[in-house]
Nanobody, 118 residues
Framework: QVHLVESGGGSVQAGDSLRLSCEAS????????MVWYRQAPGKERELVAA???????KDADSVKGRFAISRNSAKNTVYLQMNSLKPEDTGIYYC????????????WGKGTLVTVSS
């Protein structure tokens, strides 16, 4: 099992920045991928950014140039630096952990709320 704890959400104004953190603990099994998803009110959950332990990252088109995902492997923590926030970035941000070798290892955090006001 892997336990995920997200932090760093809050209420901000458009144009502000936030940094989310997701700390993983338990049976970390690499190679793996840690992913930030978000779910806006009334919408489906969508991928925001992914960080592969092999060194690759991926961003959604909607956040390119504004958000950056990074990882501290020693701390089993992934970060999401969010700059130039927009009201449409509002939602619950969830952290997901998946092992790339143990395919049944797929875990979710409880989420952290980000609210961006115009």
């Amino acid at each position: 099992q892997v336990h995920l704890v997200e932090s760093g959400g809050g209420s901000v104004q458009a144009g502000d920045s936030l940094r989310l953190s997701c700390e993983a603990s338990g049976q970390i099994t690499r190679p793996d991928v840690m992913v930030w998803y978000r779910q806006a009110p009334g919408k489906e959950r969508e991928l925001v950014a992914a960080d592969f332990s092999t060194g690759t990252t991926k961003d959604a088109d909607s956040v390119k140039g504004r958000f950056a995902i990074s990882r501290n492997s020693a701390k089993n923590t992934v970060y999401l630096q969010m700059n130039s926030l927009k009201p449409e970035d509002t939602g619950i941000y969830y952290c997901n952990y998946r092992s790339l070798v143990a395919t049944d290892m797929d875990y979710w955090g409880k989420g952290t709320l980000v609210t961006v006001s115009s």
